[in-house]
Structures are given as C-alpha cells and as structure tokens.
C-alpha cells in the first residue's frame, strides 16, 4: 500500500472495514457503504494530485486502485474534478469501451466524452451487475491512454472494499 509515486500522497487503503454491527462500514477515505440496505457511496476525484501528470482517479491510475462491490448492490459514486482538465468518470467493460457497462454507471452520455470542467461535481448510481471484472475510466478522449482508469470489481459476495 502506499501513495503511488511521483507526487503528492493519497489516502492508502488496503482494508474491509468491520464494525460492531456489521451493518455500516468504510473502507477507505473514498468508500462507505450499509450491509442493511446493500448501497455503497464511492468518492472519486479526477485529478486528485499530481501523480500521473494528474491523470487520475483519487490519485491513482493504470488500475492501481481496486474497487469491489458485490453484485447486486446499489452504488452511488460522487464524482469531484480537482484536475486542470476537463474529465468524466463511467465504469467500462474494456479499454475501447465508450459506454458504461451497467445502466446508470457513468456521467450522462452528454458529459462523458466531454468531462466536467475543473472544481465541477457529478453524481450517478447504479446497481453493480454481473460478478467481474472492469475498469473505472475517464471517457475524455486520450485520457484513459494517458492512465485515467482503476479497476472496479463486481464479487458474488462479501463486502465492498477499496484496495490501492
């Protein structure tokens, strides 16, 4: 775990958060989520600091944070851009993909090649589908090239969590 190099550090993270109960949890800086309710809330900032010439996500890029959230649970992701550039935020099956995998999991399609501008926020849900593999990607031409992409997983089970 760690901050990736090259800039500023960003919170690290490499938990499943337990609590008392069970019911409500946080993974990291950038997760919560309820058991009860099966929802997790996602922060994710684009160009969160200076790593990967601020071609990131919470300050990580080339799929070095890992998101999983189990299928069939609720996620609403509260997308920031902190970054000098325009950025946008969808959960994508592929590296070629221009459309978020899951309905609902992505900026409008009027934003998504387009990105919002600096100091913007967004926020979209959706319910995480089938149990794999897929990439959290800026859709922003040439962005996800330059390394704007994390890895987002859908488990068949347990609880969601935020690995960097």
Same mark, same amino acid.
């Given at each position: ?83 000098? +550039?325009?950025?946008?935020? *969808?959960?994508?099956? $592929? !590296? %070629?993909? /221009?459309?978020? =995998? ?9 934003? +998504?090649?387009?990105?919002? *501008?600096?100091?913007? $926020? !967004? %926020?979209? /849900?959706?319910? =995480? ?9 800026? +859709? ?25």
């Amino acid at each position: 775990c760690g901050a990736p190099s090259g800039g500023s550090a960003a919170p690290s993270s490499s938990a499943s958060a337990s609590s008392p109960s069970a019911s409500k949890g946080a993974t990291s800086p950038w997760m919560t989520y309820q058991t009860a309710t099966k929802t997790v809330t996602l922060k994710l900032v684009a160009g969160y600091n200076s790593n990967l010439s601020g071609f990131n996500f919470n300050g990580y890029g080339n799929g070095q944070m890992v998101v999983s959230v189990p299928s069939g649970w609720k996620v609403t992701v509260d997308f920031s851009n902190q970054g000098q +550039l325009p950025h946008s935020a *969808a959960i994508v099956t $592929t !590296a %070629t993909s /221009s459309a978020p =995998a899951f309905p609902g999991a992505g900026l409008p399609s009027s934003e +998504l090649a387009s990105g919002i *501008a600096s100091g913007q $926020t !967004a %926020t979209f /849900s959706f319910t =995480a589908g089938a149990p794999g593999t897929y990439r959290i990607a800026c +859709l922003v031409p040439g962005h996800e090239g330059l390394g704007m992409w994390d890895t987002f997983k859908v488990t068949s089970g347990g609880t969601p969590s935020v690995k960097t």
